[in-house]
């Protein structure tokens, strides 16, 4: 379904390789995903797994003060050009959604995260794209830790902390029940392999309802 | 607040290619995987070395050292920190974790998997979990290569449980320990079921691996070994291609002579790899001819193959125009000039021990590493059974002595496979107090 969307909305940049056709490959079971306490940009408490259950999601850690184009940046573009393909499918848009979750509460307030979401917040078409943080570190770090996302103060060489952050850009993929089956890194976030494991998820789960 | 600026797809294509370009240019010691975070780029602070243990000296345990390079430091050039895992299972290779947070570490003999917190304290490593089933739960023996991916690493070993050969597979854990599927190395259609390096290349979604030999012969005495004619024809003589993505073997290339470290050329607008042969001692390259295949070429001799100088480790530098390779045999460390990697040139060597084996460089290249020991019954005998980690200089000319360890006299075992280490990160968050961890249900 997805295919044939695609020739008239294309906009993925292209691979320098043939990827494997979806459903030609396994997605393996690497962990269940983590669970924990999130705010959704109305400052409503959640549980990430009601968030998550039932649908095929795409997690990204993020924070909005970062200014690496090729960190944070790059998983909001990813997605985002997902979502423009995905928006010609209403079918398969209504079975995939998009989760961008700080890593830093003390900053990234629900409003910090509404304004930085804008639209994509509040879409009525395509799928949905929830934008969270956490109440607070307290919260946050199970997450992280479950997870296995990264993140490291930069210190000086005294020791003392230098106010930046560095972290291994991460995003999960998210099956409807609950199990990360890919875990994607700057070096392999090309929005045509995210497509193709969302495809193969999908097919995957016509084939359970068979 | 800045708002994160939406990409159209070609600027997102752009963002994407200077990202690879930005992890495989930015690389230090370059048997990283190109996944690997925190990538040091300045001066680095610490050296791992993962030990094998010698029976009679010290514990005689296998261990991971930790040895202080910052110049700066008081302790510079000295062993600040051991952690012995309590036996000797002829400690190899081992490999960071995505994050960089842990180094797998794995024995050749008794197939253990260690796995060393470096994050909490990294001049104080923690061992916090072994695994010891690994031939058990998928017949491979020999834990050799540890290369992460994504929240995973693959672990490539040398042989199995059935005959002691070099047919083998790979395994790939989730980085918490946990199995998540083996792959048998292929066998048929030229392809020989030995195994080795792995290498990815994430912008072709490839994959090499090499092939070295089973433990019959890696864990039988060099001397024997090279007078059994019979034993001497099973070293691998392949490399194989693969959709990185699937984990599926696409090609089976010849490459005679136990091709061994693979190593990518970190330079964003090249598309190939090395790897040296030791058997037959020669440069290989593997890149795309012009229909787009990959192919395996002999590009370069290292020293005389008639001495059999046995070439074992590679170092390649993050411009992809140099080559390091250490001969074990006759001690040398050569220098290849690899700006037309289609014709390699050796342009400096110099004898550095007696026997040396690893080689790792800082991500600037000025400062070169290097260990002695290949296998415990591969290692010479005697007075040339040197065994220690040799800091240099390189200036672009001459490696120049920097400090030494000798890992005899400090009682610590024989010198292998080394690492490199920061200080200056420091885990967000790690004296939060946190909400007990739940998993989805």
Known sequence: MLAAAAGAHDVLPPLEFEPPAPGSYRLDHIMPAPDGTVLDVRNRRARLSALTAGRITLLSFVYTHCSDETGCPLAYGVMDALR?????????????????????????????????????????QGPRWHFLTTPSPRELKPLLDGFGQDLSLVLDEEGRPTG??????????????????????????????????????????????H | MKLTRLLSPAALLLAWLSVTAC??????????????????????????????????????????????????????????????????????????????????????DDSNIYVFDVAADPAKPRLVRT???????????????????????????????????GVTGMTVFSNQGKLIRSVPMPVGGGGDGYGYDIGINPRKNVMLTSSFTGKTN?????????????????????????????????????????PLEIRWSLNPKDNWAVVATALTSKIWLIKQDAKGAW?????????????????????????????WVNTFMDGKTHYFDLSDPEHPKQTYEKVTGKQVNMISQSWDGKRVYITSSLLANWDKKGEDNEQFLRAFNWDGKELTPAFEVDFIKEKLGRAHHMKLGTRHLKSAYADEPVERVARMQ
């Open chain 1, 84 to 124: 423009g393909r995905l928006v010609h499918d209403p079918a398969a848009a209504a079975r995939v959604q998009f989760i961008s979750l700080s890593f830093d509460p003390q900053r990234d307030t629900p409003e910090a995260m509404k304004l930085y979401g804008g639209d994509r917040a509040a879409a009525r």
């Open chain 2, 218 to 258: 890696y864990m039988t005495d060099l001397g024997k070994l090279v007078k059994d004619e019979a034993a001497m024809k099973k070293f691998g003589n392949t490399m194989v291609v693969w959709d990185a993505k699937s984990l599926k073997p696409k090609k089976v290339l010849a490459v005679p002579g136990s």
């Open chain 2, 23 to 108: 992890f495989q240019a930015a690389a230090d010691e370059t048997c990283n995987s190109p996944y690997i975070a925190s990538l040091i780029k300045g001066q680095e602070d610490l050296v791992y070395v993962w030990t094998l243990g010698e029976p009679g000296l010290g514990d005689g345990s296998d261990k991971l050292v930790t040895i202080d390079v910052n110049p700066k430091s008081a302790t510079y050039g000295k062993v600040i920190h051991t952690v012995s895992v309590g036996r000797r299972g002829e400690a190899h290779h081992m490999g960071f974790t995505d994050d960089r947070r842990y180094l797998w570490a794995g024995g050749l």
């Open chain 2, 131 to 165: 695994i010891s089933d690994l031939p058990a739960k998928t017949g491979f023996v020999g834990p050799h290569t540890f290369y992460a991916i994504p929240g995973r690493m693959v672990v490539g070993a040398l042989s199995n449980t059935k005959d002691g050969s």
């Open chain 2, 295 to 323: 192919q395996a070429m002999e590009v370069a001799t290292i020293g005389d193959p008639a001495k059999i100088p046995l070439p074992v480790d590679i170092s390649i530098t993050h411009d992809g125009k140099g080559l």
């Open chain 1, 164 to 209: 930046n952050l560095s972290h291994v850009l991460k995003v999960f993929l998210i099956d409807p029940k609950s199990e990360v089956r890919e875990i994607y890194s700057t070096s392999y976030l090309q929005p045509r392999m995210v497509l193709n494991d969302i495809q193969t998820l999908l097919l995957e789960e016509g084939s359970a309802a």
